[in-house]
């Protein structure tokens, strides 16, 4: 029977999954509906943790179209680490990057309760890990990095995979050009303040001078500010016309204060 598979947010109906002890008529039922459920859904593999039973099954549906039962199974060797995008059930259209083993061994029973073994990597070793974090009680939400975990937070909100090109950050990199310019700028101010207490011809010119050369490399570092800030901001969709106006904004009042202050200190300084 094709059974409802619990997707976000409603919450799974146990903690942790319990150990089959006996073979019965009930656990040939729940792995006879996971087979149907992954059918049905075109998917690699299912516990029945994720169709609401308590018990520690996996099945997968290998790439012969023969089905792999894994009782109550266990991971008990890993090695390595891989980063992948990955997808589940649990949250329909939404994928994250993950962190993982990048070879693991697991050791399982079959409905005989014989022990068996295998080892994985890749994908199908990917895939057993992900099925087994669902016998905990988890999913690959406990897995990622906090900077990850934020944006999957936004992919929540917006019920898409979308959410990550509209995710819009805070703060950029060209953030430092800008702060770069602004330290410039109060260096050419404290230097036209202090031309107030210098009488002497001499070092009123090596000041304006001074001044001069700081003034290129503000307008230097302000037409850089401009393009790459235009660069960084078409990486992020969702925010793309608010950020253009900043960036306009941001160029125009730099250029207008250092012009003015340029000016002051081309007829208070250098006259």
């Not at 079959?110 to 099925?131: M, P, T, V, W, Y």
């Not at 000041?207 to 901001?233: C, K, R």
Request: glycine share 4%; net charge negative; proline share 3%.
């Amino acid at each position: 029977m094709i059974r409802e598979i619990i997707t976000y947010p409603t919450p799974p109906s146990v903690e942790y999954s319990t150990d089959v002890r006996v073979f019965n008529d009930e656990i040939l039922s729940i792995i006879d509906d996971l087979k149907d459920t992954i059918e049905a859904n075109s998917l690699d593999g299912l516990t029945a943790f994720q169709i609401g039973y308590m018990y520690n099954i996996i099945v997968i549906k290998k790439e012969d179209g023969e089905f792999l039962e894994l009782i109550n199974p266990r991971l008990f060797n890993t090695s390595g680490k891989i980063t992948t995008t990955e997808k589940t059930a649990y949250f329909p259209g939404l994928s994250a990057e993950v962190t993982r083993h990048d070879k693991i061994s697991v050791i399982y029973e079959d409905r005989e309760f014989n022990q068996h073994s295998l080892k994985a990597e890749g994908e199908f070793g990917i895939l057993l890990q992900r099925k087994i974090d669902y016998t905990f009680g988890s999913s690959f939400l406990n897995k990622l990095s906090p900077q990850e975990k934020k944006k999957f937070e936004k992919k929540l909100e917006f019920g898409s995979d979308i959410a990550v090109s509209e995710f819009c950050p805070t703060t950029f990199k060209r953030d430092y050009i800008l702060k770069v310019i602004n330290y410039i700028m109060i260096a050419i101010a404290l230097a036209f303040i202090s031309s107030f207490f210098i009488d002497t011809e001499a070092t009123l010119s090596a000041i304006w001078s001074y001044q001069l050369y700081a003034s290129y490399i503000t307008l230097a570092l302000t037409v850089i500010y401009f393009f790459y800030a235009q660069y960084e901001g078409k990486q992020f969709t969702s925010c793309t016309s608010c950020q253009i106006g900043n960036i306009i904004g941001t160029t125009v009042i730099t250029l207008s204060k250092l012009t003015l202050l340029m000016v002051a200190s081309y007829f208070l300084v250098n006259s």
